[in-house]
């Protein structure tokens, strides 16, 4: 495995700026995710690291070697795709073993035997090698995917969503193998995806994109607790953090802050506070509850304990631990303020 740089890399596609004069190091056995809606530029990113596209501008390390303008074999990276593509009329064996068949591999039979089984059982799909691709779950088929590109030891793999399409039980099963494999092989990793679970539980660092632009990247933490904007603090979290106007806490701050943001789980209802919400809605998850509460025309999300009774159309008293307030300036931006 291999560390990948980017330095200032923009891409176009006629009018449109896919990637801008982005700079982006992955380091060796790291596990990077870009974060961010359609658009962002997540998966042209992972194209023009794989040669499938070339940089307008920049330039692209791999391993130390300037790979801008080598072409996809040179690179040797590993793509995982959303949809499995995947040789239908092959069996489970061969899709796995057809990259190892390449004669710039020149591996013997026995080589290529061991490695396809190998594979095959860290995902959990030996019994599946004499099957045909068509004949597999979505589940199944997205394992082969990954296993072929796992036999491959390449430079990088490069993930674009390849979770994506499979149902949420599955999705969570499949993060924690994927997770384990990448720290087992001390794989690097250039995962793209929109959800932020994935992000959060599967990355060393995760980078947040806006129209092709790399807005923050730091760890998962970092990310989550201290943002950089609006538009970052909005990336991660579930319910969304609260951003709310200044002026309705009424608690004393500089002038230039115009917006307060507090993550759902540091609102507490508390009848000795002087804050009064009214509660608009109650989603009952069983471990928690998220209770969407009225406060002055703004609607503000708290998490509480399942054990919490409260009803809709309830009065309500707030306390919101100025500590855990995240201020904001008229663009957005983060404001560092002494607590």
Not at 93 to 99: C, E, R, T, V
């Amino acid at each position: 495995m291999s560390e990948v740089k980017l330095k200032n890399i923009t891409k176009k596609f006629d009018q449109t700026l896919a990637v801008s004069d982005l700079s982006l190091t992955i380091k060796h056995g790291e596990f990077v995710v870009l974060l961010g809606p359609t658009g962002a530029g997540k998966t042209t990113t992972l194209r023009l690291i794989a040669g499938l596209e070339s940089a307008d501008q920049g330039k692209i390390f791999i391993n130390g070697q300037d790979s801008t303008k080598s072409q996809p074999a040179q690179r040797d990276v590993a793509f995982v795709f959303q949809q499995y593509s995947l040789y239908p009329n092959y069996s489970v064996y061969d899709n796995l073993a057809f990259p190892l068949r390449s004669p710039y591999r020149k591996m013997n039979k026995q080589d290529i035997d061991k490695k396809v089984r190998d594979i095959a059982t860290t995902l959990h799909i030996e019994d599946k090698l004499k099957n045909k691709s068509t004949h597999l779950s979505g589940g199944e088929m997205q394992r082969v995917a990954i296993g072929r590109a796992l036999v491959r030891e390449p430079n990088i793999f490069l993930m674009d969503e390849p979770l994506s399409s499979l149902d949420a039980k599955l999705r969570e099963e499949l993060r924690l193998e994927l997770k384990n494999i990448q720290v087992n092989l001390q794989a690097t990793l250039l995962y793209v995806t929109h959800d932020h679970v994935e992000a959060t539980t599967m990355a060393d660092h995760i980078g947040i994109l806006k129209e092709g632009e790399l807005i923050q990247f730091d760890t998962p933490d970092t990310i989550y607790n201290q943002p950089n904007s609006i538009y970052v603090a909005d990336r991660l979290g579930s319910p969304k953090i609260n951003i709310m106007p200044s002026h309705l806490l009424n608690i004393d701050i500089p002038e230039n802050v115009k917006y307060i943001g507090v993550r759902p789980e540091n609102v507490t209802i508390d009848e000795t506070a002087q804050m009064q919400a009214h509660i608009e809605t109650i989603q009952n998850l069983g471990v928690e509850k998220i209770i969407s509460m009225s406060i002055n025309g703004e609607i503000i999300r708290a998490i509480v304990r399942p054990d919490e009774f409260h009803k809709i159309h309830d009065t309500v008293k707030v306390h919101i631990t100025r500590k855990n307030m995240l201020f904001f300036d008229k663009n957005f931006q983060r404001i560092q303020i002494k607590q």
